[in-house]
């Protein structure tokens, strides 16, 4: 059993969509977490939310708490934005992490 | 600001022998969490340290263990090193506990043939 759930598992886009990832989770939360792996490993926080939505440059996330469920949206995608990204979330002494998407944004 | 560092970066390791790996947290974070990534099974929590003290713990066997000493740094050790071992090691590094942001090393690369 997951306690979290990310879809779709990859993602192919041209560059200058809009792009949507989903994640559900079954546990409770205090805090859902977005993250980037690009090749190599390297891993960057991008969103912590606990409610409603955060916006960032093209990158929006937001969370339905009664739904269990966030979104991680990227708009006017580029190629640079070509990577893994994962969602986790932290329950009161626990982290669970999804499978991750890869995303890969064509020119 | 210098950003969480971890060493060694690369490590070859035979089955049977043990590992430690290192992590510096940013400056003024006094908690560093420790997270295994493997292909098969994907990010995965160890342990989070504050303060010393191990605050949580995700479900690995005792041949994993770490500390933290009183600088913030943190080290983690695998003992009766298995194949299975072999994955990404990554450690990440916030103010305190709870609700703050995470911030990630680069990851040490273990491999145990």
């Known amino acids: 059993k997951n306690e979290v759930e990310q879809s779709p598992q990859n993602l192919t886009a041209q560059e200058g969509e809009f792009i949507t990832i989903n994640c559900s989770y079954s546990v409770g939360i205090s805090a859902l977490h977005w993250l980037q792996q690009h090749p190599g490993g390297g891993i960057v926080s991008l969103f912590m939310l606990s409610s409603g939505k955060k916006k960032h440059g093209r990158l929006i996330a937001t969370i339905n708490i009664q739904e269990k469920h966030s979104s991680l949206h990227i708009t006017a995608s580029h190629p640079r934005d070509s990577a893994v990204y994962i969602c986790?979330?932290?329950?009161?002494?626990?982290?669970?992490f999804g499978t991750g998407t890869s995303l890969t944004v064509i020119p | 600001k210098a950003g969480v560092t971890q060493t060694p970066r690369y490590l070859i390791k035979t089955r049977g022998q043990q590992v430690t790996l290192s992590c510096s947290p940013i400056s003024g974070h006094r908690s560093v969490s420790w997270y295994q990534q493997t292909p098969g099974q994907g990010l995965q929590f160890l342990f989070e340290?504050?303060?010393?003290?191990?605050?949580n713990k995700g479900n690995f066997p005792g041949r994993f263990s770490g500390r933290q000493f009183s600088n913030s740094r943190s080290e983690m050790n695998v003992s009766t090193l298995e194949l299975g071992d072999s994955a990404l090691y990554l450690c990440?590094?916030?103010?305190?506990?709870?609700?703050?942001?995470?911030?990630f090393g680069p990851g040490t690369r273990l491999t145990v043939t």
């Open positions: 340290y504050f303060s010393e003290t191990q605050r």
């Open positions: 986790a979330v932290a329950t009161g002494n626990q982290f669970y």
């Open positions: 990440a590094s916030r103010w305190t506990p709870g609700t703050y942001e995470q911030y």
